[in-house]
């Protein structure tokens, strides 16, 4: 398996980072006798034999490499796959703490890290990616929250968000838009970022019923100004 694997990256080229990565934290795992690509390439899946002693370990240290990979902030895609329900029926607490990132709970993220952390060395070894993550995500939240139609963000509002001092709020603002997360413009002036796009990301059921209001909004403006115009038209009717 691994040395198929080894040929589809360098003899065929179809494998791609995401996939080399993967297999080799596979392969690094206790208990795993080969680990390959599947599928057409270029993206997909991976596929690996472990022994089934170990694979309540090589799940769990596999979805903690997941959370901490460097470019995965869609946290609700990973909480929904496989890998996510099978943590939340064998390792609950921490499927509880990376279920703070879904909301960017910065507040509880802290309450349960300090919990976990004893239990999960590598999450105190990776504090400072796990904290950047967390405000990345109060960030998006925030955002996610506020009227589309006038999307601009205090400086102020994002550190209460973020649980962070204020002078750091506008390098979190320069890293979510590097990581091409938003869209917008900063205005350091009046310390604030207006934000004209977020990324698409998958919601869970209360980020669903906030969309959800944000649609009865929009309807609500949307009638209101059919409804203008339709006594405009009548309006300018009667005067003829």
Not at 108 to 130: A, D, G, H, M, S
Not at 154 to 168: G, P, Q, T, V
């Amino acid at each position: 398996m691994n040395e198929s694997h080894i040929s589809l990256r360098d003899d065929y080229e179809v494998t791609g980072k995401e996939l080399d990565t993967l297999v080799n934290l596979a392969c690094n795992q206790e208990g795993v006798i080969g680990s390959r690509m599947t599928g057409a390439g270029f993206g997909g899946c991976t596929v690996s034999i472990v022994k089934e002693e170990n694979i309540e370990e090589f799940t769990k240290n596999i979805a903690i490499a997941c959370f901490l990979g460097s470019k995965n902030y869609n946290f609700g895609e990973t909480l929904q796959s496989q890998v996510g329900i099978y943590m939340k029926e064998k390792f609950t607490s921490l499927y509880q703490f990376f279920s703070t990132f879904e909301n960017g709970d910065v507040k509880l993220f802290k309450q349960i890290l300090n919990k976990v952390e004893e239990e999960y060395p590598i999450l105190k070894q990776n504090q400072t990616i796990l904290y950047e993550k967390i405000r990345v995500m109060a960030l998006l939240e925030l955002a996610f929250h506020t009227d589309a139609s006038n999307r601009t963000l205090s400086f102020e509002a994002i550190a209460k968000a973020a649980d962070m001092d204020l002078n750091e709020v506008e390098l979190l603002i320069m890293r979510v838009l590097s990581l091409g997360l938003i869209k917008g413009k900063i205005n350091q002036i009046n310390q604030t970022v207006t934000i004209t796009w977020i990324i698409p990301r998958i919601l869970n059921k209360e980020q669903i019923g906030t969309l959800a209001k944000q649609f009865e909004h929009w309807d609500h403006i949307i009638s209101k100004a059919l409804d203008d115009i339709n006594k405009g038209e009548l309006e300018e009717a009667c005067n003829e």
